[in-house]
């Protein structure tokens, strides 16, 4: 069975649901084993084939979804950190964190990790590197089509035709946002000028910083917007569920991937219960029963698997991302982003 509260991306309804929870316990259910608390910032799409895997797995398992930003969830945890009401935490975390949320979780990997690429092995002894995160541009083809354009890469994203028409979430709370900038680092250079020129450029020709990593390829789709800035996980379910004026575009200029992972809340009611369902998304029957139903996503194991929505790793140009660069630096290029971003909204 299961049971779902979805928390929209900032404001009302995440200080609503932090109010209900310290009035009433939470999400909790701290006294039933199988009641599995799960705060997650992965797409409804990923969601429901998480939740047809693991209680196919589980049969007697109750899961409630807490979804929201990686932002907005990492502080909730912290929030609760004396009380937690939630066991396991997945997506949003990302290897390039290092070890920022080192008290929130507990300390404690898979039977698993041998089986995982060498790359994606845990750098922190708490994250369980689970599955990738690919930057691409979601482009809605109806306005492509009537600007005359066609957006392939970088560059494209400067014409002035597309002033105010290009979004992406916020880099300071939005996992998705981050990965947008690590790529453009990867592919202009690490805190290169030539990087910062291009960002400003960006931001000059009227990028909108969305509340949440979704809008970016929902909006687009829509045609709120005529080009997301966003990851293929989220562009590629969209078109998995139909939708039609949308395509999914790998920058020209090369594209390149964040890992991200599951783990155990600290002191959670039920970490044994998210250890176990942590363990079977880690294991290999586990990695290959998600890609395979969900299509969309990426994953971490050495066991071969197919996806339906995505295309071949060697159809696509890739960039080399410097993961340790990203770690240690990630605070200065934030607050860099912040003060252009203020500097450019003021001007």
């Given at each position: 069975?299961?049971?779902?509260?979805?928390?929209a991306?900032?404001?009302?309804?995440?200080?609503?649901?932090?109010?209900?929870?310290?009035?009433?316990?939470?999400?909790?259910?701290?006294?039933?084993?199988?009641?599995?608390?799960?705060?997650?910032?992965?797409?409804?799409?990923?969601?429901n084939v998480?939740?047809?895997?693991?209680?196919?797995?589980?049969?007697?398992?109750d899961?409630?979804?807490v979804?929201?930003s990686?932002?907005?969830?990492?502080?909730?945890?912290?929030?609760?950190?004396?009380?937690?009401?939630g066991d396991?935490?997945?997506?949003?975390?990302?290897?390039?964190?290092?070890?920022?949320?080192?008290d929130?979780?507990?300390?404690?990997?898979?039977?698993?990790?041998?089986n995982?690429?060498?790359e994606?092995r845990?750098?922190?002894?708490?994250y369980?590197?689970?599955?990738?995160?690919?930057?691409?541009?979601?482009?809605?083809?109806?306005?492509?089509?009537?600007?005359?354009?066609?957006?392939?890469?970088?560059?494209?994203?400067?014409?002035?035709q597309?002033n105010?028409?290009?979004?992406?979430?916020?880099?300071t709370?939005?996992?998705?946002?981050?990965?947008?900038?690590?790529?453009?680092?990867?592919?202009y250079g690490?805190?290169?000028?030539?990087?910062?020129?291009?960002?400003?450029?960006?931001?000059?020709n009227?990028?909108?910083?969305?509340?949440?990593?979704?809008?970016?390829?929902?909006?687009?789709?829509?045609?709120?917007?005529?080009?997301?800035?966003?990851?293929?996980?989220?562009i590629?379910?969209?078109?998995?569920?139909?939708?039609?004026?949308?395509?999914?575009?790998?920058?020209?200029?090369?594209?390149?991937?964040?890992?991200?992972?599951?783990?155990?809340?600290?002191?959670?009611?039920?970490?044994?219960?998210?250890?176990?369902?942590?363990?079977?998304?880690?294991s290999?029957?586990?990695?290959?029963?998600?890609?395979?139903?969900?299509?969309t996503?990426?994953?971490?194991?050495?066991?071969?698997?197919?996806?339906?929505?995505?295309?071949?790793?060697?159809?696509?140009?890739?960039?080399d991302?410097?993961?340790?660069?990203?770690?240690?630096?990630?605070s200065?290029v934030?607050e860099?982003?912040?003060?252009?971003?203020?500097s450019?909204?003021?001007?």
């Open positions: 069975m299961r049971r779902s509260k979805t928390l991306a900032g404001g009302v309804l995440v200080a609503a649901a932090l109010a209900l929870a310290a009035c009433n316990g939470g999400g909790g259910g701290g006294n039933d084993e199988n009641h599995l608390v799960l705060y997650s910032s992965m797409t409804d799409n990923d969601l998480f939740t047809d895997i693991v209680t196919a797995e589980f049969p007697d398992i899961i409630e979804i979804n929201g990686a932002g907005e969830l990492t502080t909730r945890i912290q929030s609760e950190s004396g009380n937690p009401q396991m935490m997945w997506g949003g975390l990302d290897t390039a964190d290092g070890d920022r949320y080192s929130i979780f507990e300390h404690w990997l898979s039977d698993y990790e041998d995982l690429l060498p994606y845990s750098p922190n002894g708490f369980n590197v689970d599955h990738l995160s690919t930057v691409a541009f979601a482009v809605n083809t109806d306005i492509e089509e009537e600007l005359g354009i066609e957006i392939n890469g970088y560059e494209d994203l400067l014409d002035p597309l105010g028409r290009i979004a992406m979430a916020d880099p709370s939005s996992s998705s946002a981050w990965n947008n900038i690590s790529n453009i680092m990867a592919v690490y805190d290169s000028e030539e990087s910062w020129d291009y960002i400003e450029a960006l931001l000059d009227g990028l909108v910083i969305a509340s949440s990593s979704s809008i970016p390829f929902a909006s687009t789709e829509d045609g709120e917007y005529a080009v997301g800035l966003t990851y293929e996980d989220g590629a379910a969209l078109l998995k569920s139909g939708a039609s004026h949308i395509r999914l575009v790998y920058p020209e200029e090369g594209t390149s991937a964040s890992a991200f992972a599951t783990a155990v809340i600290a002191d959670a009611p039920n970490g044994d219960l998210a250890k176990d369902v942590i363990n079977y998304l880690m290999p029957e586990g990695q290959i029963a998600f890609a395979e139903a969900n299509g996503v990426r994953m971490t194991t050495s066991a071969d698997y197919t996806l339906e929505f995505l295309p071949a790793h060697d159809e696509i140009t890739w960039v991302r410097d993961i340790e660069w990203l770690t240690e630096n990630r200065d934030v860099q982003w912040t003060e252009l971003y203020t450019v909204q003021g001007s």
